[in-house]
Nanobody, 128 residues
Framework: QVQLVESGGGLVQAGGSLRLSCVAS????????MGWFRQAPGKEREFVAA????????SYADSVKGRFTISRDNAKNTVYLQMNSLKPEDTAVYYC?????????????????????WGQGTQVTVSS
C-alpha cells in the first residue's frame, strides 16, 4: 500500500518553529516532485512549498517565503518542511503530496498540479 505519512505538527506560540516530516512507504517518490499544501478551517487547500525530484529547485507561496524551507532526503524517502517565525495565520492542516510525473520540477506542484498521492495531514496550530 502506497502511503505518505506526515508528522511533526502541534501547538506553538507565534514566532516559534516546527519541522514537519513526510515519509513515503510502499514505493519510492525519489524521482518525483514533492510538495506541502495546507487547509485552514473554512478555506480551500492552498499551495505552500515544493521541491523538484532531485532537490535542485524549490518553490514557495509568497506568504511563507523567507520563513519556511522545504528539503528532501531521498535516501530516507522523506520530505521536510522547516517552519520558522510562525504566525497565527499559518494555522491549518498541512498535507504532503507527490507529483504524478517523473522528473518533475518544483513548479509542477503549482496551480493545476497532477497529484498522485496525498498524505492524511498534520495539524499545525499557532497561538497569538
Amino acid at each position: 500500500q502506497v502511503q505518505l505519512v506526515e508528522s511533526g505538527g502541534g501547538l506553538v506560540q507565534a514566532g516559534g518553529s516546527l519541522r514537519l516530516s513526510c515519509v513515503a512507504s510502499g514505493r519510492t517518490f525519489n524521482g518525483y516532485a514533492m510538495g506541502w499544501f495546507r487547509q485552514a478551517p473554512g478555506k480551500e487547500r492552498e499551495f505552500v512549498a515544493a521541491i523538484s525530484w532531485n532537490g535542485g529547485s524549490t518553490s514557495y507561496a509568497d506568504s511563507v517565503k523567507g520563513r519556511f524551507t522545504i528539503s528532501r532526503d531521498n535516501a530516507k524517502n522523506t520530505v521536510y518542511l522547516q517552519m520558522n517565525s510562525l504566525k497565527p495565520e499559518d494555522t491549518a492542516v498541512y498535507y504532503c503530496a507527490a507529483n504524478r510525473r517523473p522528473y518533475s520540477t518544483a513548479q509542477a506542484m503549482g496551480v493545476g498540479a497532477l497529484i498522485s498521492e496525498w498524505g492524511q495531514g498534520t495539524q499545525v496550530t499557532v497561538s497569538s
